[in-house]
């Protein structure tokens, strides 16, 4: 699974002339003792497996609920469609718990992520797959920004050669009460919130 850089999904390609700058995703974190958690496994894992990556910082994980591409600049009509997105999925969905429960590395060779993973699914009747669908709906009518590969939500927690797949002796779970518009600055390792709203109720 490429990814260029440890901020979202792998990247689609905005229609935009020029040098690819900016990258826009929708996305949730972890918070307090939950983030707190995520952190240390990753600085746990890395010593107990003699990884060379250095886990991310704790302000960059995150879990990314739709991609919104790479493009030269933000353009204006993007930001504001994701918006009216955004607003309408939190009006629509109520807080919910999620939860992972073990670590695995994507892809095959290279500099991987490895990730944190749980039971969530696309298709599966949840609240982060309802929240998703809400997302989803909001941008219906541009193609381009669909996902091109079925939802597997993932907490990025470094990157590294070596390969790593283990279950959690306890799961690291925490209650979404809201999420996140970002910006990232592509080659910067810098996030931006634009926006954030709270989940109905």
Do not use: K
Request: aromatic share 6%; net charge positive.
């Amino acid at each position: 699974m490429p990814n260029p850089e440890p901020d979202a999904d792998p990247p689609v390609r905005g229609r935009a002339a020029g040098p690819l700058t900016d990258r826009l995703f929708f996305a949730l974190r972890p918070e307090g003792a939950a983030l707190a958690r995520c952190s240390a496994l990753a600085a746990d894992l890395s010593r107990s497996h003699g990884l060379r990556g250095r886990p991310l910082a704790p302000a960059r994980m995150h879990v990314t609920l739709a991609f919104l591409g790479d493009h030269a600049g933000l353009p204006p009509a993007l930001l504001d469609e994701a918006r009216r997105a955004g607003a309408a999925a939190a009006a629509a969905v109520p807080p919910f718990q999620v939860a992972f429960d073990r670590v695995d590395s994507f892809g095959r060779a290279g500099r991987r992520p490895l990730v944190l993973l749980g039971a969530h699914e696309e298709g599966r009747e949840d609240g982060l797959s309802a929240l998703r669908r809400a997302l989803r709906a909001g941008l219906a009518d541009q193609p381009r920004r669909r996902d091109v590969e079925p939802f597997r939500p993932h907490l990025t927690l470094l990157y590294d050669e070596r390969a790593v797949a283990e279950p959690l002796a306890e799961p690291i779970a925490w209650r979404v009460a809201g999420f996140e518009l970002v910006h990232s600055t592509i080659g910067r390792q810098r996030h931006e919130v634009l926006a954030r709203w709270a989940l109905a109720g």
